[in-house]
């Protein structure tokens, strides 16, 4: 009796694994003929006219959100309602491994097309919203970095605190980002984890900033950093940043 349990057990985790391989096949098909387009993502996530997917540290569930959702006011449409269910969970599933998910949730509770309740924008804060993520400016946008309403990339801590003018958003302070030194390379870095097998940090030497992984002691972080947030800021002019804030202002609480 006791056999035949593991036996059986083993061919569960067997069948699971078969069925995640089939979802991730079904998904990189699907990513191919929907996605990687030439104004679009690259094959296999690399850059394209959109922003590169693979190795940004997205999790599965912001990765449901925005292909369920779309990216307001940019290219990116929402798939919910033009992709089957099965293929829905088949891309997610395919970007999460992108990501380094190497286990994707694909059952029943693993993605959904998702519904959200957005505060109603009006005057600058629309304008805003659409500055935040607007698509022609690159990896010169908000967005790059910053994650606001499920929307964007979470490089940073969320925004507890809107600056109250453009002048002070330009002046931001950034105590987080340090010096990482490794031979003789120098880099503005936000660290994310320093542990026994590995140190992984954001380099911030150009956008997007890219996660790096090392292994423990070969980068020296050290406090402070020649790292401004107004030399990242520079594509909008003041009354850009301004609709920026009053878009943020509409959507973070204090």
């Known amino acids: 009796m006791k056999k035949l349990a593991v036996t059986a057990f083993m061919l569960a985790v067997s069948c699971a694994a078969q069925n995640l391989a089939d979802v991730l096949v079904q998904g990189e098909q699907v990513f191919a003929k929907s996605c990687a387009t030439g104004y679009c993502h690259g094959m296999k996530g690399g850059s394209g006219g959109a922003p590169r997917l693979v190795g940004r540290h997205f999790d599965q569930a912001y990765i449901n959100n925005v292909v369920a959702r779309g990216v307001p006011d940019t290219g990116m449409p929402s798939f919910a309602t033009r992709l089957s269910r099965a293929d829905l969970v088949a891309v997610v599933a395919y970007v999460a491994t992108l990501n380094g998910i190497a286990n994707p949730n694909v059952g029943p509770g693993g993605t959904a097309p998702l519904t959200v309740s957005r505060p109603a924008l009006t005057g600058e804060a629309v304008r805003g919203a659409r500055l935040f993520t607007e698509a022609v400016r690159g990896f010169g946008r908000c967005s790059t970095c910053h994650e606001v309403g499920d929307i964007g990339t979470s490089v940073t801590a969320p925004i507890a605190k ?71 800021i520079k594509s909008y002019d003041d009354s850009e940043l301004a609709a920026i804030l009053a878009y943020l202002r509409a959507v973070i609480k204090p």
Do not use: C, I
């Open 162 to 232: 809107v600056p109250a003018s453009t002048a002070e958003l330009k002046a931001l302070a950034t105590p987080d980002v340090k010096t990482g030194t490794m031979d003789v390379e120098s880099m503005p870095v936000l660290v994310l984890s320093q542990g026994k097998q590995s140190t992984v940090f954001y380099d911030l030497t150009s956008a997007p900033p890219v996660q790096r992984n090392t292994e423990p002691g070969l980068v020296r972080f050290t406090d402070g950093s020649n790292w401004r947030h107004s030399s990242v």
